[in-house]
């Protein structure tokens, strides 16, 4: 299908909920796309954080093919094995006891904050804290943890009991809380905020703060986690584990899944009926995800994620000679380059010249290649880069 026939049918059949570059992808392989023209593209957007093993990968196309044979979809019914092997492997590696599974980021966050709703409730807390340039989802509850007013324009009304603070602001955090606050809500790097990082400081006293008034925290690894800074998850650079994380994009590398995982004494206030979903947890997502955690570990891809971070940070340091660059940050392979005006102009020049990257807040570009990615693909972007500048 031409690009001239896919905008055709947008148009006249799909929501226009989406701005679209004018590209029809026909296949990828590795770090690349390749549309339907003929062109071939570096993809250092990774369908938003969420191909984390690059395209057809082929021990994830050999367990798809293989687990679609069998069975794609079981009822919750019936006992599912590899949900339960998946829910044991992600509680071997994040020190948490149990875990429920659901289709997406959003879906997992709302879960999350019923959970601690739900634990909280004997002990009259039922307050979410929510931080600035947050993004948690966009189900009119998540949308209540979204920091950004132009996405519940009009969608209202929207349920009571969100308190929000300043990202990183300690003195904001401890003047807002109440005997009413049920739990954090708190991504440690924020993506679609702007790869904003978390201080040291900032999470030390959230941890003080549940120790103390027994809020709980619940960490949003939806795009920060499964490798994407170079540890499992961003709460292992802090030494702070969460009572509650979520997790989904780089957990299925492309096949749609979402999780809570939390600990033991949390998760038990959950009773059958109490929570639910028709497909989490199915067999071809549940083997999927197995299947990319132990691609992970053998091709052992957290290293890579951080010595690949290390080498792009290095190389993108000549950007800041640029008048209109403002800051470079981030943590392995989840890097942000704030611009001082909008990044939409040299996001364009990029996928002109065939690099796919993505502009967050306005103002910042988000580089998020696939954890796969090698030192001549990081050389080829900075390349495209150079000549992209605005």
Not at 13 to 37: A, D, Q
Not at 155 to 164: A, I, L, Q, R
Not at 379 to 385: K, P, Q, R
Request: hydrophobic share 35%; proline share 4%.
């Amino acid at each position: 299908m031409n690009l001239e026939e896919a905008k055709n049918l947008e148009s006249n059949y799909v929501f226009n909920t989406y701005g679209r570059f004018p590209l029809v992808v026909e296949k990828g392989e590795g770090c690349y796309l390749y549309s339907t023209e003929g062109k071939k593209y570096l993809d250092f957007l990774s369908g938003i954080a969420v191909n984390s093993l690059g395209h057809s990968h082929p021990k994830i196309v050999k367990t798809v093919c293989e687990q679609a044979k069998k069975t794609i979809h079981v009822s919750n019914f019936y006992h599912i094995p590899s949900q339960y092997l998946l829910g044991k492997k992600l509680c071997e590696i994040s020190g948490l006891d149990r875990a429920f599974f659901c289709n997406s980021g959003a879906e997992a966050n709302e879960g999350a904050i019923k959970l601690a709703r739900r634990y909280q409730s004997q002990k009259g807390k039922d307050e979410i804290m929510y931080f600035s340039h947050s993004f948690h989802g966009r189900t009119i509850t998540t949308l209540m943890a979204t920091d950004k007013d132009k996405y519940r324009a009009g969608f209202g009304p929207f349920p009571p009991g969100f308190v929000k603070a300043e990202f990183n602001d300690i003195n904001d955090v401890l003047e807002k809380v109440t005997n009413k606050t049920a739990a954090f809500l708190v991504e440690p790097i924020q993506g679609e905020g702007g790869i904003n990082i978390s201080s040291k400081e900032f999470m030390k006293t959230l941890s003080d703060l549940r120790d103390d008034k027994g809020i709980l925290i619940i960490f949003d690894e939806v795009q920060c986690g499964i490798g994407r800074t170079g540890k499992w998850f961003a709460f292992q650079d802090y030494d702070i584990k969460p009572d509650i994380m979520t997790l989904a994009k780089a957990l299925g590398a492309g096949i749609p899944i979402g999780a809570i995982v939390a600990k033991k004494e949390i998760s038990d206030v959950l009773k059958p009926g109490d929570h639910g979903t028709t497909f989490g947890g199915n067999p071809l997502a549940t083997t999927v995800a197995l299947s990319v955690l132990d691609v992970i570990e053998s091709e052992k891809l957290i290293n890579n994620s951080n010595n690949m971070g290390k080498y792009l940070m290095k190389e993108l340091s000549f950007m800041k000679n640029y008048p209109n660059v403002k800051d470079i940050r981030g943590i392995g392979l989840m890097i942000g380059i704030e611009f001082e005006d909008l990044c939409s102009d040299f996001v364009k020049n990029c996928f002109d010249n065939n690099l796919l990257i993505n502009c967050t807040r306005d103002k910042v570009i988000r580089l998020v290649p696939p954890l796969i990615v090698t030192e001549k693909e990081i050389d080829e972007a900075i390349s495209i880069m150079k000549k992209s500048k605005k």
